[in-house]
């Protein structure tokens, strides 16, 4: 059987509903499926690292880049600006890569428009109070961050509707299982 190559797939979640767990182990799974880096306003984490989770920019850059062309989508999220290079994009589909997208609903909805091959999932959390939990527990947000997040998940779940897959994170080896079979689903 021959591997179809060059899907895209856009996964969306409320932050804390455990997207970017989830999209790890599935990078580590798949050879061939590469992560997206987006570019964004946000401030550095601890742990993290520019180039590999995001490239951090400021708002100068950020907006230069939007003037020039250069994202597929980009949006403003809890504050901040997050957007993804069409060059990357671009560049996947060409090469034939395989690609995952770790994006907000709003830049999700934009590539929907122009490319409606690419595959979107929606994780939910199993509910509000277990984000909060999650949240909470993984201590990189202020109070009145975490607050703002819970508003904006409660909004954001509202968009599962159209995605063409939905998993809830309530067991992660389950949720993990779910979306390796959506990608392999995918691919052949
Ligand atoms: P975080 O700051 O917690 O890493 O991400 C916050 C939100 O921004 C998440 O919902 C994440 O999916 C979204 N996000 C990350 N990169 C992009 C991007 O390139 N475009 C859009 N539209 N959203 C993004």
């Not at 997208?101 to 490319?115: N, S, T, V, Y």
Request: hydrophobic residues 40%.
């Amino acid at each position: 059987m021959t591997r179809k190559k060059g899907n895209i797939f856009v996964i969306s979640a409320p932050s804390g509903a455990g997207k970017t767990t989830l999209c790890k182990e599935l990078i580590d799974f798949f050879p061939e499926l590469r992560h997206s880096v987006s570019y964004t306003t946000r401030p550095i984490r601890n742990g993290e690292v520019d180039g590999r989770d995001y490239h951090f920019v400021d708002q100068a850059t950020f907006d230069q880049m939007i003037a020039a062309g250069a994202f597929a989508e980009w949006a403003m999220v809890h504050g901040n600006s997050y957007g993804t290079s069409l060059q990357t994009l671009q560049q996947a589909i060409d090469s034939g890569s395989d690609i995952l997208l770790e994006i907000d609903c709003q830049g999700a909805m934009q590539l929907k428009k122009h490319l409606a091959e690419a595959i979107f999932v929606f994780i939910l959390p199993p509910n509000l109070e277990e984000l909060r939990r999650r949240l909470v527990g993984r201590h990189t947000d202020a109070d009145e961050v975490i607050e703002k997040r819970i508003y904006n998940a409660s909004e954001e779940i509202k968009e599962a509707a159209w995605y063409d897959h939905i998993v809830v994170n309530d067991q992660f080896n389950l949720a993990l299982a779910q979306l390796k079979a959506i990608i392999q689903g995918s691919s052949y």
